[in-house]
């Protein structure tokens, strides 16, 4: 019999492998990071002697969630204004915010916030765009979770940073700082074609090249933007990427709403994923984007919450919800985004978009150990005919009950193992006080 | 010193009265089933001495959810198919399991799972459209939720109902055995102009005028609905039931997708309120309702959540997020729907739609205690800077931890009081089983 740190048993395993094998009665064995075995509760604890058990029955057990777009460190900004026009919304609130609030210590305690926060809603590996990222990555470390910070670039100084070098050499620093980690990757993120000059799109990529880093950049969220593209360089966004060059370089675009068939057929063959943020897309008013389009050529989406301002909130299982059914009424085709594929996209899709799907977004053996429970022995989630189907439509992230990242038990039964949740709320309280007198709200 | 049945205190207190006046650190009444006062905790805790005290700290007191539009007998088949067409749907899965479990038993049942989820989501009244109302009335009344439950008329004979005559009986039979309630409200709902005749639809407005009953249809929510009432009738659905005489009995419609602008007048001119299920609407890709256009010609726009097989909850929360979302990015403008406005759709504007908001719909001295409390003084919801923007964009049902309808105290910190939790969970399981191997699933 083999020795095994934890096993979860009992469960509905949905594996999320290339045949979608689910596996009832399932159990799972963890040793070390990783993932050793999956069968039946039979098999596995025939095999296994288990450090810790945990029991899954009722309870969906999956492959932790990916969020492959967010801007942890706006998480205390939930709500700070609503319902605005853009420029309002950016001019009156979330800049004088950031430019009051910018630094480390602010970012440290809101990446925190937002990291616990992800947790609970089952997410084991977010993809984050914004400034001072050794702080994320403290505060992500410190929660248990997984992340891909990504060190924002724009021409103007910011946090700190003079210029785009300043910025190059940041990372340089995170990466070093951060080599042994095995939660934490660093990239460079530059911010859009419209707040990046040519030269600086360069340098990231060729930062990216040297480190072989994953370049995480808004591309097309508004028309407007399109518009101005043209307009400044004759041609749309992805067209303009291309053309100079970034598209060489492993690429992973934020929002893509307005984009042409040319240009997605372009993303194809770069094999550029795209994470599609719906609910910010709406909230903001951004538009729809051609997710059947990009199926349709062979491009991947995964799904991202954005950061907390244009959402609010920091849920996956909400806006596979309102994706399925958004694009089922814009295409007037309910057979569109089936609930498995929209599950597939916050798993396994959002891992190979991400260039991790070795490692993560599937239950297989040798695979990294983030794992999920969800409890679906409740009112609202009976009965259960199809698990994929309540994971996208029924379920709400209070269902999420369980939580391993790196195989570490990070939260148990609905409780943070890592991080103090009353100080947390404590501390939002005295940073929202200081935001409000800030922007005498 | 007065007495109070209960007070409620120390909480964030939207009113949504006329002046949507919100009390901080406040305070409730409760005598018997009515609201007595308000005001703030020293106030209140003065003038009243309380048989049970409830304390709210870091919670909204706010008025209960009004879901307009919903079919709880359905239940029981939360996901049985989803992501096909409506043909399809229908015809292999939910008619197929109609015709089998359409009986007494079977409804009150899947009507007390659906009243006890409704409950825990924070909805204190439902208005209803499914067949044999006796048995949701039953439920409701079990579970201490209101209810309006409309007796469904169609032409074909269904619930061992022959015709609309019966239908017409049995509606009046369960008027006098329910007259004592003070919960439970009876009316007749002809399904469709597609599904009732002319002389059926006049039959039910009748019996309406008769009782003063408000009218519940369906009406305009498929594109297909209306280019079958132009070829059979020579005209839309709307102008149909106005040359009818239909609408001069009190209406309120469900869906109302593809209404035109003279149509949408005429429902102002009968003051008919449209009852939107933006979730189904979306996921059986029907289409988007013309939101914007019924507030601007003053018509009275309330959520609903329609039934769990086409949505798949009974999640007024998710509807406001998704609704307020939708509508902003659909008309390319994010002032859209304030979340104030969207929180008065489920609150007075519904009970306005239902002609219940002389008692209904908001917390003011005299109307009936129907009251729920949301926990904020969580991770998920802090910082909190505007209550209504986190009832819409940021909190989903799991904050809601206590319910108040009709001064009974029905749910408190998420434990039910009125029903057994556990012994509807392991029902549900029993009918899961029977429906699947009816489906041969």
Not at 177 to 203: M, W
Request: proline share 3%; glycine share 6%.
């Amino acid at each position: 019999m083999q020795k095994a740190d934890i096993v979860i048993r009992d469960g509905l395993l949905l594996t999320i492998n290339r045949e979608m094998d689910i596996i009832e009665n399932g159990a799972v064995a963890i040793c070390g990071n990783k993932i050793k075995a999956l069968g039946t509760t039979e098999e596995i604890t025939a095999d296994f002697q288990a450090g810790k058990t945990i029991f899954a029955k009722g309870k969906i057990i999956m492959p932790g969630l990916i969020n492959a777009h967010t801007h942890i460190p706006m998480t205390y900004f939930r709500g700070i204004a609503d319902d605005l026009p853009l420029q309002t919304w950016l001019q009156d609130y979330i800049w004088p915010t950031e430019s009051r609030f910018l630094n480390r210590e602010f970012v440290y305690h809101a990446a925190l916030h937002g990291a616990a926060e992800m947790i609970k809603n089952g997410i084991t590996l977010f993809n984050d765009m914004y400034f001072l990222g050794k702080e994320s990555a403290r505060a992500a470390t410190e929660a248990g979770i997984r992340g891909i910070i990504g060190e924002g670039l724009l021409d103007i100084p910011l946090a700190g940073h003079k210029n785009a070098d300043e910025v190059i050499d940041y990372v340089k620093s995170a990466r070093s700082e951060f080599a042994g980690s095995e939660l934490i990757d660093f990239t460079i993120a530059p911010h859009a074609v419209y707040s990046c000059s040519s030269a600086n799109l360069i340098k990231a990529r060729k930062l990216a090249e040297e480190f072989d880093l994953l370049l995480h950049i808004h591309v097309s969220e508004t028309e407007q933007e399109v518009l101005d593209a043209i307009q400044k360089f004759g041609k749309r966004p992805v067209h303009y990427l291309e053309d100079l060059g970034f598209l060489e370089q492993n690429v992973i675009f934020a929002h893509g709403i307005w984009v042409d068939e040319w240009e997605i057929r372009i993303m194809k063959k770069r094999s550029i994923a795209v994470a599609i943020t719906t609910e910010s897309h709406l909230k903001l008013a951004s538009g729809f984007a051609p997710v059947r389009s990009y199926l349709e050529n062979g491009v991947t989406v995964c799904l991202g919450t954005d950061g907390v301002s244009s959402n609010n909130n920091l849920d996956l299982l909400t806006e596979m919800d309102l994706t399925a059914k958004l694009h089922k009424a814009y295409n007037q085709d309910p057979t569109q985004l089936q609930a498995a594929q929209v599950v597939r996209m916050v798993t396994i899709d959002a891992a190979r978009a991400l260039h991790k799907d070795e490692f993560l977004g599937s239950l297989e053996p040798g695979k990294l150990a983030d794992i999920i429970l969800l409890d679906t022995n409740t009112l609202e989630a009976q009965p259960m005919y199809n698990p994929y189907s309540h994971l996208v439509y029924t379920l709400n992230s209070s269902a999420v009950s369980t939580v391993i990242i790196n195989g570490s038990l990070v939260m148990e039964e609905r409780k943070l193992l890592t991080v103090d949740e009353a100080e947390l709320i404590g501390r939002a309280g005295d940073y929202r006080q200081m935001i409000r007198e800030n922007l005498n709200l």
